[in-house]
Structures are given as structure tokens and as C-alpha cells.
């Protein structure tokens, strides 16, 4: 998979969603991670109510899962390099 950097140039296109500085991808990135815990969560609301079938949600909780992993690991990276 190839890494795509966000550059200024690039985010003349929807400027309203990129960062203006470290803190502000930071903050972003923190408001991704809180929404992907929130979705595992309903998902798993849903699971546990017997609303949903587990097999239904499986693979969009790994996937949530993975994102929250990433972007964890983004905010980490981001934290040591201001």
C-alpha cells in the first residue's frame, strides 16, 4: 500500500479538513479515535441486545478495530515528532 502525504497543495480541495499545525492533526486525530471507539461500541450494544447478529458485524468491528489501531498509533507518532 502506498503512503499518500497531505501536503497544503493538496488540501486546497477541502481545506476545512486539514491540519494547520502538529496540535491540530493531534486534536483531529483524537476526534477519529474517539468516533471508532463509539462505533465499536454501538456495534457491540447492538451484539449484546440481540439486535444484530454477531457474524453481521464482524467484520466492520475488525475493521474498527484496525482503524483505532492506526490512528493510536498516528496520534503516538504525531505526539513524538512536534
Known sequence: MERVRITPKKCNISNE???KSPADFISKMGTVE????????????LIEAGI???GKLESLMKEADELLAITVASINTAKRNR
Open 17 to 19: 479538513g486539514c491540519p
Open 34 to 45: 474517539e468516533e471508532a471507539d463509539e462505533s465499536l461500541f454501538w456495534m457491540e450494544l
Open 52 to 54: 444484530v447478529e454477531s
